[in-house]
């Protein structure tokens, strides 16, 4: 082989090393471009899945402030019958001394009842006469004509006292309404 032929296959050997070499940094260039996708792809999964984890946390806190602050709702929904029977046991009038104590001994009860449902946050809806109705804590169960004394949308008379507990309403007022 002369030396021409020689310089020639050696650089033909050459050309093939460097194509070898850029068909392997291609390949090279090629896996590097998945792995960084698949790295990418799994840091989004790793981000979407702290998210959700930190969303259930809000919600679980949130759910147990809400039970927390609503705990005595089925309690209470029981125990207003009881405080309406009272409360009509106290309008009754007494003419002897026994039914006096009587009297007294159940506003003691009804007192330390509606103690209690106070410490609880369960308060009287405001119903009396002349306050103006509110669709949203009074039930109008029945309407009268307005008059100068009594303007349209106000309460003339309460049938049943409504509660609340917070801003929930457990049981709303049952009023006559002027219109």
């Given at each position: 082989?002369?030396?021409k032929?020689q310089?020639?296959s050696?650089?033909?050997?050459?050309l093939?090393?460097l194509?070898n070499?850029?068909a392997?940094a291609?390949?090279?260039?090629?896996?590097?471009?998945?792995?960084?996708?698949e790295?990418?792809a799994l840091e989004?999964q790793?981000?979407?899945?702290q998210a959700?984890?930190a969303?259930m946390?809000?919600?679980?806190?949130?759910?147990?402030?809400t039970?927390?602050?609503y705990r005595?709702?089925?309690?209470?929904?029981?125990?207003?019958?009881a405080?309406?029977?009272?409360?009509?046991?106290?309008?009754?009038e007494v003419?002897?001394?026994?039914?006096a104590?009587l009297?007294?001994?159940?506003?003691?009860?009804l007192?330390?009842?509606?103690?209690?449902?106070?410490e609880e946050?369960i308060?009287?809806?405001?119903a009396?006469?002349g306050t103006?109705?509110?669709?949203?804590?009074?039930h109008?169960v029945?309407?009268?004509?307005?008059?100068?004394?009594?303007?349209?949308?106000?309460?003339?008379?309460?049938?049943q006292?409504?509660y609340?507990l917070?801003?929930?309403?457990?049981?709303?007022?049952?009023?006559i309404?002027?219109q």
């Open positions: 082989m002369s030396e032929e310089e020639f050696e650089e033909v050997a050459e093939k090393d194509e070499k850029e392997d291609a390949d090279e260039q090629s896996e590097l471009e998945k792995v960084t996708a790295k990418e989004d790793y981000l979407r899945a959700e984890i969303n946390t809000k919600r679980n806190r949130l759910e147990r402030e039970l927390q602050r005595s709702q089925d309690l209470a929904k029981k125990l207003l019958p405080i309406d029977n009272l409360e009509r046991a106290l309008a009754t003419s002897d001394e026994q039914g104590g009297k007294k001994g159940v506003e003691m009860v007192e330390s009842l509606l103690s209690a449902l106070k946050g308060e009287e809806v405001p009396e006469k103006v109705y509110d669709p949203n804590v009074h109008g029945q309407t009268v004509a307005a008059t100068e004394e009594t303007p349209a949308d106000t309460i003339v008379e309460v049938f006292k409504g609340k917070h801003d929930r309403v457990l049981r709303p007022a049952m009023v309404v002027a």
